[in-house]
């Protein structure tokens, strides 16, 4: 039996602010359209980013979630997606936990 493969936004504010973006002028619109796609992609392939090194791990990510496994997409124009696995025995469901521009990726992941 293949498992479901769901994708979900870390909480409500989250989803708003995605949505948000395709209310808003052209490049927010532009990267709704990105993330949109990254989210069919990581329904296709919970695995089709890069995961990225416990010691890499910010620990807010930690703290405020109990992450035990941080993804990275990368989205054009340097925008990031970060996101986390969880599974059981029959679903699998991807957290999506912030999205952000290069500089402020780096900054959350003390680069």
Same mark, same amino acid.
């Given at each position: %039996? $293949?498992? &479901? #493969?769901?994708?979900?936004?870390? *909480?409500?504010?989250?989803? =708003?602010?995605? &949505?948000?973006?395709? !209310?808003?002028?052209? &490049? *927010?619109?532009?990267? @709704?359209?990105?993330? *949109? $796609?990254? %989210? ?20 807010? @990510? ?5 992450? /035990?496994?941080? +993804? =990275?997409? *990368?989205?054009?124009?340097? +925008?990031?997606?970060?996101? /986390? #696995? &969880?599974?059981?025995?029959?679903? #699998?469901?991807? %957290?999506?936990? !912030? +999205? ?5 990726? !780096? $900054? $959350?992941?003390?680069?």
């Amino acid at each position: %039996m $293949r498992k &479901e #493969i769901f994708v979900a936004f870390i *909480d409500e504010k989250l989803k =708003k602010d995605f &949505e948000a973006l395709n !209310e808003s002028k052209f &490049e *927010d619109k532009q990267l @709704y359209g990105f993330i *949109d $796609r990254a %989210m069919d992609d990581i329904k296709n392939n919970p695995i089709c980013g890069t995961r990225l090194k416990k010691k890499q791990w910010p620990k807010k @990510y930690i703290l405020d979630y109990a992450i /035990t496994n941080l +993804w =990275k997409y *990368d989205l054009p124009n340097s +925008w990031r997606l970060v996101y /986390t #696995i &969880e599974a059981t025995e029959v679903k #699998i469901v991807n %957290m999506i936990l !912030e +999205w952000f521009d290069h500089k402020n990726y !780096e $900054r $959350r992941f003390s680069y």
